[in-house]
C-alpha cells in the first residue's frame, strides 16, 4: 500500500545511502597527493581550485591562471622590458643633463649626413657628418675627468640696508697634490647669474673671487647654490656640479633714527600721565570734594581739618603705552612705488624706535583676499616685534597688492583685535582722502591718539588737525623726525 509507515529495514537503508553519501563528499573535500594533503572545497564547482582567483598582481594581468614554459617567458619578457626601460629612463636623465640643444641638433646631424650622404653621394654632406663625429667626439673627451674641489660660498653680512653695496665671495681649493685644469663658476644671485672663471690649480693652492649682489629692491636675495660647469668650448655638453646650498640675503628698507623725545605722543609710567582723571594712581593731579563711593584711604586729613569737610586727592591716570603701527598694503592707498617704499620705511622706523625703547608695539599690514573670494577677507596679518632685526626681516617682504585691504579695513580690525591700544600709527600714500583717514581713526578707541601718516614724495611737509585725528605728510624720510616732533608738542 502507498499509506503504509516504513519499515526497520527501509530506515536501515536509508541511513546507510546517507553515511555512503557522507563519505563521498569527505574523499572529495580531501585530496592525498604524493604523500602530501591538499584542502579542495566541493559544491563550487571547482571556483577555488587555484590560488590565483581574485589575484591582480602584474603576472595575473599578463598571463592570468596559466603557467607553463609559455607564461613564465612571456613573465620574464615583460620584466625584462621593464628594467630597460628603467635603465633607459635613468640613461636618458644622466644624457639630457650634459647634452644641450646644439648637442643634440647636432646628434641629429650625424646619422642625417651619413644616410642621405651615401645614398645620393653627396659628398660634401659625408664631410660634414665626419667633422660632426670629430667634434662631438671632443666634446666628450672634455668632460672626462673629476673634479677634485672644495667649494666654499662666504657671505659676510646676510642683512643690509636697501642701496648699501654687499658683496659675496666663493673659496676654490685644490686638496690633491696634482694639478688641476682651470673651472668655471657660477653663482645664481636672486634673478641673475655671476659667472667666474678660475685658472688651473696647482696641489694645495686655492682662489677665491668675489662678486656683487644687487641691493637696490628690498626684499630677499637667494645665493646660491655655487655650481662648478665643465664643457667644451663649441657649447655641444655640460656638466654642472653644485657645491653648495642656498644662502639668503635680507635687503631691510631704509629707517631713520627717532629720537623718544620724538614720541611724546606716548604717555605711560616712564613717561608723562595722560589727561584721563582717576580716583588712585601715582600722579596727583589735585584735591576736591569726597563724594559716596570714594575710597578712604584717598581722604587728605589735613585739608579735611582745615575746610571742615572730607577731601579726596585726584590723580592723574597713567597707562602702558600699547602703539600700533598699521601699513597699509592696498595698492589703491599709493600712486607710485616710491610712495610705497617710502612707507615701508617710515613703519620701520617708529617699530624699530619703540622696540629698542622697549615699549609694546603691534605692527600689522593688510591682508589680500583671494581672487575668487565672495566678499572681503577682514584681517590683518602681524609681524614680528621681537627685536629690530625681525621686525626689519618682515617688513623686507611685504608688497602692495590690488586685493590687499585699504586703510579704513586695516584700521577698523586693527582696533578690534589689539587691546589697550594708547597711539595709532596709520601709514598710507597720497591716493588715501581725508575722509578716508578720519574714518580710519574713528575706528580706534576713545582716548586713543590717532596719528595718520601720509608719504607723498612730491608734497610739502605739513600737519593737519582733524578732530581727534593729527594727518603728518612727509616727503621723505628724513622729514619724519620733525614731522612727529611737532605733532609731539600741540
Known sequence: MSGAAPGPTDSRARRGADTARGRDQARGRTQTRGGGR?????????????????????????????????????????????????????????????????????????????????????????????????????AGLSLVGRNAFRVSLAIPHERVVVGEPASGSVVVENPTKRRILGVSVEIPVGAGLAEIGLPGLRGGESVTETFSVPTQRRGVVRVGPVRTVRGDAVGLVRRELDWTGVTEMFVHPRTIGIPSTSTGLIRDLEGNPTRDLSPS???????????PGDERRNIHWKSTAKTGTYMVRQFEESRRSHIVIALSLATADFATDDEFELAVSVAGSIGARAVRDAR???????????????????????????????????????????????????????????????????????????????????????????????????????????????????????????????????
Not at 643634440?104 to 653621394?121: H, I, Q, S
Not at 589680500?368 to 623686507?396: C, I, Y
Not at 575706528?443 to 593737519?464: K, Y
Request: net charge neutral.
Open 38 to 138: 591538499t584542502q579542495t572545497r566541493s559544491g563550487f564547482d571547482g571556483s577555488f581550485a587555484t590560488g590565483t582567483q581574485g589575484l591582480t598582481n602584474a603576472r595575473t594581468r599578463i598571463v592570468g591562471d596559466r603557467t607553463g614554459p609559455v607564461a613564465d617567458l612571456l613573465v620574464l619578457v615583460v620584466r625584462l622590458a621593464r628594467s630597460a626601460r628603467a635603465w633607459l629612463r635613468r640613461a636618458y636623465g644622466v644624457v639630457s643633463g650634459v647634452v644641450t640643444p646644439v648637442g643634440w641638433a647636432m646628434l641629429a646631424v650625424v646619422p642625417v649626413g651619413f644616410v642621405v650622404g651615401y645614398l645620393l653621394g653627396w659628398l660634401e654632406l659625408v664631410v660634414v657628418a665626419w667633422a660632426a663625429v670629430v667634434v662631438l667626439l671632443v
Open 281 to 291: 594712581d601715582i600722579s596727583f593731579h589735585a584735591l576736591r570734594e569726597y563724594q
Open 360 to 490: 609694546e608695539v603691534s605692527v600689522v599690514v593688510s591682508e589680500r583676499t583671494p581672487e575668487f573670494a565672495k566678499r572681503k577677507n577682514l584681517e590683518v596679518r602681524s609681524l614680528s616685534t621681537l627685536t629690530r632685526t625681525r621686525l626689519l626681516d618682515d617688513l623686507a617682504v611685504v608688497e602692495h597688492d590690488e586685493s590687499a585691504l585699504g586703510i579704513v579695513d586695516v584700521a577698523r580690525v586693527a582696533g578690534d583685535r589689539v587691546a589697550g591700544v594708547s597711539v595709532a600709527f596709520l601709514v598710507v600714500g597720497s591716493t588715501a582722502t581725508l575722509t578716508q583717514l578720519r574714518s580710519a581713526g574713528l575706528h580706534f578707541p576713545l582716548g586713543v591718539e590717532a596719528v595718520a601718516i601720509v608719504c607723498d614724495p612730491e608734497a610739502v611737509p605739513g600737519m593737519t588737525r582733524i578732530s581727534d585725528l593729527t594727518v603728518l605728510t612727509i616727503g621723505y624720510l628724513e622729514d619724519l623726525q620733525k614731522s612727529l616732533a611737532r605733532a609731539a608738542s600741540t
